[in-house]
């Protein structure tokens, strides 16, 4: 899809009939900056029940237009709900159509169905903060739990400015291993990490270097008492482990009027990968109560 800034790529799971009694869905990934990659699954198991769903690599990363000498404050949350809007207006969806989103993903949707969006049936909020401050506070109170060795080097490296020496990267990969994925990482999601290692523009410019300090232009970020303008029926998906923890998950469950909650008990921050047999049961569940 072209559209004001480049190239969305996107690639559709079924056929897009208006006439479907199914509601679309919209698949929105993490980061920012990860790609659509460790996305395939939640397509895929929901694709599983008959239901279209779309994919697509937001803008500077994946397959779609990278523009690595971009200003810092061109990559916006506004940006990214520009992109959303060419997308569902190109896909003929605008009128009537879900969103799943997956941790920045979620924060997204949520930033997004703040406005009234007249075509959004319904959200599906997995792994997500709606604030980066507490998002933040949260993932270095999980970081104090790390052996001590572990948060010796992750310190040594931060107070030289080494953040990006293998020897941080291992540090940081034993967090990952407690909080963002707790089996072996399948290939869809070490694509993920491949690509966004080897372009890293938009997450180090809206994150920073890693989960412990955000730096960037989502440094502020936070909509939580924004979140009770949120009027479609929403699902909130988290791991019993995940980074995204139950007070996170939580603030959001008590501001969105009406919004549902399921846990993962043995999941972090990817329940479509580390249990997606019942992250297809939950959510296809869901989706199928919003359609008309």
Excluded at 7 to 34: F, I, K, M, N, S
Excluded at 188 to 204: D, G, I, K, L, N
Excluded at 220 to 234: F, Y
């Amino acid at each position: 899809m072209a559209w004001a800034h480049g190239e969305t790529w996107y690639r559709v799971l079924g056929d897009l009939d208006p006439a479907a009694e199914q509601v679309p869905v919209v698949v929105l990934h993490g980061g920012p900056g990860a790609g659509s990659d460790y996305c395939e699954p939640i397509a895929e198991l929901l694709h599983e029940s008959g239901r279209t769903t779309v994919l697509y690599d937001q803008l500077g990363c994946g397959r779609s237009t990278h523009l690595v000498d971009a200003p810092v404050d061109f990559w916006t949350v506004q940006l990214f709900k520009d992109e959303l809007t060419a997308l569902l207006e190109h896909l003929g969806i605008a009128d009537r159509y879900a969103l799943v989103g997956q941790s920045w993903g979620g924060m997204l949707a949520m930033d997004w169905a703040l406005e009234p969006r007249p075509g959004l049936v319904a959200l599906g909020i997995c792994d997500s903060p709606a604030s980066m401050v507490l998002w933040v506070e949260e993932a270095n109170r999980l970081r104090a739990e790390l052996p001590p060795e572990v948060e010796a080097t992750l310190r040594a490296h931060e107070s030289t400015g080494t953040t990006d020496s293998p020897e941080y990267e291992a540090a940081v990969q034993v967090f990952y291993d407690r909080h963002l994925c707790r089996v072996p990482s399948p290939d869809c999601v070490t694509r993920s990490f491949a690509q966004m290692a080897e372009e890293p523009t938009v997450y180090h410019t809206m994150n920073g270097p890693s989960e412990f300090h955000c730096i960037g232009s989502l440094r502020d970020w936070d909509i939580t008492d924004q979140l009770h303008r949120i009027s479609v029926p929403t699902l909130l998906v988290s791991g019993r482990y995940d980074e995204a923890t139950p007070l996170i998950v939580g603030t959001i469950h008590e501001r969105i009027p009406g919004a549902q909650w399921v846990m993962f008990e043995e999941s972090s921050h990817m329940p479509h990968v580390e249990e997606p047999d019942r992250y297809r049961d939950v959510v296809s569940a869901f989706l199928s109560s919003v359609d008309d």
